[in-house]
């Protein structure tokens, strides 16, 4: 049985793991406030063990040659969307050999437990993200890998967090400001460091 861990991480482990760096106007993020403190979100989170398997399947590339021209911004660095394609597989969100609406949606309000607020939350989300990144999901990247599925993973978090029940929000300066810079365009990942992935 999987141990969960929290939803804000949900991509950031990849994230930095894979090096993936936002856009410029991303960093650095408004304050060091632990997002995890502004928002109370319900476990749901894949296991240690299986974000380690799907990192193990599909190791980072080497660092690129030095004069190497930079990625577009906000392009994931190869491997990333294979990395999340297996971790989405891993939680039950691919269905047919495909990211699914219907099993991420039902993956995601099973995970959030009983709470009406957050289950309401879990199908908006997964309906915005999924239509954000529906052209991607139809592609395959240079690795071969869903190109919608690092998206489509980073999506997730971002949009909760973004749209977080008052009941669950902490309403103070530090948090608006983190709610202000996602709302720029910015993925969760931005506003977290090594220390909050422990």
Known sequence: MSTMKNCLIFLTVISFIALSIAQDQCHPPPNQKNPKECC???TVMPSRDQFITCIQKF??????????????????????????????AQL?????????????????????????????????????????????LTQKDSSGCNAGAEPF?????????????TSSWAAIAECEQQK???AKGCPIMSLMGPPHLM
């Open 92 to 136: 039950g969100m691919v269905s047919n050999g495909a990211i699914s609406k219907d099993a991420a949606t039902a993956t995601l309000v099973a995970a959030l437990g009983s709470s009406a607020e957050w289950q309401a939350l879990a199908k908006t989300t997964v309906d915005a993200c999924y239509s954000k990144v529906s052209s991607l």
């Open 153 to 165: 993973m980073e999506c997730l978090p971002t949009t909760m967090f973004k749209n977080c029940p």
């Open 180 to 182: 202000a810079h996602l």
């Open 40 to 42: 109370n979100v319900p």
């Open 59 to 88: 190791p980072p590339p080497p660092p690129p040659a030095p004069g190497s021209p930079p990625p577009a911004p906000g392009t994931p660095p190869p491997g990333a969307n294979c990395i999340a394609e297996c971790v989405l």
